[in-house]
């Protein structure tokens, strides 16, 4: 038996780590994500963990850190972005855990500042995906503009999982666990596939026949 603590938590966060990689939910540029399991404790992802490790990970790669992001648990370097997932979970009572990620479908949308519209049942109810002001990666001022989205949108993030772009970087989602933060991330990834497929195929003569 491992003496780690939260090991069952952290097993499942290689897990969905692993997915993540294999289903292109992120890429090497990046990617990380955080789970709240007790008051005043975090469970969060090392750096590099796209770049260097590819998402592969043990238990023991994970890092448990407080709100002050001090390291409890764990050798690893603490990523950058802790911030930004910290102040959302400590914050957000319904919050807990975020997922920071370069989703492929996603990415052309990052890179254009567009917002990825709802359109599937899967993300009824929470409207467009937005955007933040194009903000340098790894600063203070990141965390502080995605945290300033949740909290615009607080109502509605506080009842269900919710998903934001930082141009030119990728997207932050939440959920009140670590699955349904994963399966918002899935369901904004096909909501942009569908709306990239859907403006070709607007494109296309409505009298053209293919065969």
């Known amino acids: 038996m491992s003496n780690l603590s939260y090991y069952e938590m952290r097993v499942e966060m290689c897990r969905i780590a692993k997915q993540m990689w294999d289903r292109r939910l992120t890429n090497a540029a990046g990617g990380n994500f955080a789970v709240r399991v007790d008051e005043n404790r975090i469970l969060i992802t090392p ?46 009572k319904n919050i807990g855990a975020t997922i920071h990620a370069h989703p492929f479908w996603c990415m052309p949308y990052v890179s254009q500042a567009r917002p990825i519209p709802n359109v599937t049942e899967a993300t009824m109810g929470r409207g467009s995906v937005g955007c933040i002001p194009y903000t340098k990666a790894y600063t203070p001022q990141l965390a502080e503009n ?66």
């Not at 023991?60 to 390291?71: G, P």
């Not at 934001?164 to 596939?193: K, N, Q, T």
Request: net charge negative; glycine share 6%; proline share 5%.
């Open 146 to 211: 995605v945290y300033r989205y949740f909290e615009e949108h607080r109502e509605l993030a506080e009842r269900k999982p919710i998903g934001v772009i930082l141009p030119l970087h990728g997207v932050v989602v939440s959920g009140p666990d670590l699955w349904l933060a994963y399966s918002m991330l899935e369901r904004i990834e096909c909501d942009a596939f569908c709306g990239i497929a859907h403006d070709i195929v607007a494109q296309v003569p409505p009298d053209s026949v293919l065969g």
């Open 47 to 92: 750096s590099l963990m796209s770049e260097r490790l590819h998402c592969e990970m043990q238990p023991s790669d994970l890092l448990l850190i407080d709100y002050e992001q001090n390291i409890l648990e764990g050798t690893a370097k603490l990523s950058r972005e802790g911030e930004m997932h910290v102040d959302i979970l400590k914050n957000f």
